[in-house]
């Protein structure tokens, strides 16, 4: 079945370091990708999404590519900032519903 | 706008005890999710509703019941609480026009210990 794989977590970077978060997919189809962010006692948020091939999604900074040939979407940023601090999840919607990651927490330090 | 809202926000229930909990969304959504989260596994779907009045079995849809009666409220029954049901429930929704595709909206989320 489909499934989301990202790099195991905790990442703790200083604030104006570059960030890669790293995904993986397997799915049967050409799914639809994307990079939900989840604040400290909140809910998630969707940050961005690529719906096919070579699309960039980018948001506050953020950017990631859908790449089919290595079925893959990591997250980037050029400088992070205490505030970027959350957990992050990689998610893909092919045959259906919503298929999560589970997780990338984040912490940027002054 | 109060976008999709879920109380209680925290319940602590004895083993065999049961319990609903409500979320609501005032964005006209035909679309509404009930998710798990659990350490280390990401978010499971549990149940799923595509308009008022219909709801469909998502991942894990064993040991909960849901209802579906008001387009707004989707609401997610606990009949008899089990620990391994401790976890935090999100509830989302969405437009539903371009189906599961679409950018699903969540609530803030319920932490539920079963002891």
């Known amino acids: 079945g489909d499934s989301v794989t990202q790099m195991e977590g905790p990442v703790t970077l200083s604030e104006e370091a570059f960030l890669t978060i790293n995904c993986t997919y397997t799915a049967t189809g050409y799914p639809s990708l994307f990079w939900y962010v989840q604040y400290p006692g909140e809910g998630l948020q969707l940050l961005l999404k690529?719906?096919?091939?070579?699309d960039k999604g980018s948001n506050k900074g953020f950017e990631a590519t859908y790449r089919k040939e290595t079925t893959s979407f990591h997250l980037e940023k050029g400088s992070v900032q205490v505030s970027d601090s959350a957990v992050y999840f990689c998610?893909?919607?092919?045959?259906?519903?919503?298929?999560f990651g589970q997780g990338t927490t984040l912490q940027v330090k002054p | 706008n109060a976008g999709v809202t879920q109380t209680p926000k925290f319940r602590v229930l004895k083993t065999g005890q049961s319990m609903t909990l409500l979320c609501a969304q005032d964005?006209?959504?035909?679309?509404m999710y009930w998710y798990r989260q659990d350490p280390g596994m990401g978010l499971r779907l549990i149940h799923y509703s595509v308009g008022e009045g219909t709801t469909a079995k998502g991942e894990v849809p064993d040991g909960y019941n849901v209802s579906r009666l008001k387009k707004q409220n989707f609401l997610l029954g606990l009949e008899s609480a089990a620990p391994s049901q401790t976890s935090v429930y999100f509830c989302a929704s969405s437009y539903g026009t371009g189906g599961w595709t679409d950018t699903q909206y969540f609530g803030p989320g319920t932490r539920l210990t079963v002891l």
């Open positions: 690529a719906t096919k091939a070579d």
């Open positions: 998610a893909l919607i092919d045959t259906g519903k919503l298929i």
């Open positions: 964005m006209n959504h035909e679309y």
